[in-house]
């Protein structure tokens, strides 16, 4: 298990012992980095607002790669390990992890993103709204309001979003508000 912690670190535990395994200082200035792991857990990327891409040994937490990629302010591994998605001020990079070479770029700003499980569509969510983008071919699928957290189901059929107030349940496959929960 990996988490972000202040100042510009992260730690991983063994879940098995309780115990922190490293923790690694990433250097430049935010408070929050973004964390993903490798689809085989092996690796584990970061981003800071100052710090480009760095890829760590999940095991050992030293630097295997950095990347001097403009500032980004969320990532996202696509469920095979084969693509990142970095949230920019002004686009969301869609990357081939194995070249580093940009093979797609979306519209919008990227604060935080999670792929669907089976990695066809992206959810992306700037200031207020969740856009959910069908990668290949792309298309955007729809644009749900007021959200700040979001998350599928297990088997994809049901996306969960909430802002302050309100947490709303959505048919996946059609963009139907189920119920909502205040």
């Known amino acids: 298990l990996a988490a972000n912690t202040p100042l510009t ?12 395994k490293f923790s690694v200082r990433l250097g430049g200035r935010c408070f929050e980095p973004m964390l993903a792991f490798s689809a085989d857990s092996k690796r584990i990327f970061s981003t800071t607002q100052s710090s480009g891409i760095k890829v760590f040994d999940a095991d050992t937490g030293k630097l295997i790669r950095q990347h001097s990629l403009q500032r980004a302010f969320s990532l996202a591994m696509r469920p095979d390990g084969q693509v990142l998605a970095l949230g920019f001020g002004d686009h969301i990079g869609l990357y081939d992890v194995s070249t580093w070479k940009e093979i797609d770029r979306l519209p919008g700003t990227g604060y935080a993103m999670s792929w669907r ?20 071919p792309r298309n955007l699928l729809r644009t749900l309001p007021k959200t700040r957290f979001f998350s599928w189901s297990v088997d994809r059929k049901i996306l969960a979003t909430s ?11 059609t963009g139907k508000e189920l119920f909502k929960s205040q």
Do not use: M, N, P
């Open 117 to 136: 499980k089976d990695g066809r569509v992206l959810g992306v969510r700037d200031l207020s709204t969740l856009k959910l983008w069908q990668v290949s």
């Open 9 to 20: 670190a992260f730690s991983v535990w063994d879940l098995r012992s309780g115990k922190r």
């Open 163 to 173: 802002d302050a107030q309100t947490i709303r349940f959505w048919e996946d496959s």
